[in-house]
């Protein structure tokens, strides 16, 4: 048993290993596993309660596990500090925006570099060569980013200002301004148009193509979910009922029976 673990984290980047979270009487999730390639789209479904913000909790280190182990790379998740998760390689976007809606645009990229940069209070107060270097690479990063996400128009307006669907892919410029090798997506759809949504799944895929980044994907919108995975799970009442393609999910009885009922 432990020699085929051994196999599946040397292929993997992410390993979620029987991982159960239980808050008081409630078991949130109850012996979740499963693993996500590199350079793969996976795709994390269920109804409303079903734990899928829980685990992403539990991968950006919010909520400690009650069971169970997470491996980022073979290194030991649970074991890194909360405050070390963007630094090991993990970039978030959340269902609710959290973005520093005073700030503009390019401000807030900016923020995303903060766990890419080593000066500190001495160094930034004598402006050592250091820091003009960090600085600058910085900006070159967060222009990159900008221009990948066509963002250009609005880099000097204050997010508050700017649309909802613009809103979305600061806030994934900013993730990604971490330099992240697992983005984790919450709900990326949520409030987007039908044409929004289609060009959501193109930059998600150039994402992987372009950035060389490994995609976990929370998402009710079942078409764009289905459209760009490479591979699917699917999450009820905590458990895990399915986990396989696109075709293989959709088609399970216990994922049909979750999203339509026993009747079906």
Known sequence: MEET?????????????DVSVRFRGIMALNGVSFDVAPRQIVGLIGPNGAGKTTLFNCLSRLYDCSRGQIFLDGQALLATPRHRIAE????????????????TVLDNVLMGRHCRTRSGFLSDGLRMPRV??????S????FELIAFLDLETVVDRCVSDLPFGTQKRVELARALASEPRLLLLDEPACGLNHEEVNELGDLIQDIRDRLDVTVLLVEHHMSLVMSISDK???LNFGRKIAEGTPTEVQQHPEVVQAYLGSSH
């Open 139 to 142: 900006k070159d990063k967060a």
């Open 88 to 103: 090991v390689g993990i970039g978030r976007t959340f269902q609710n925006l959290a973005l520093f809606r005073t700030m």
């Open 232 to 234: 699917v799970v699917a």
């Open 132 to 137: 003009a270097r960090e600085e600058r690479a």
């Open 5 to 17: 673990q051994t196999v599946i984290r040397d292929r993997s980047l992410l390993v979620v290993d």
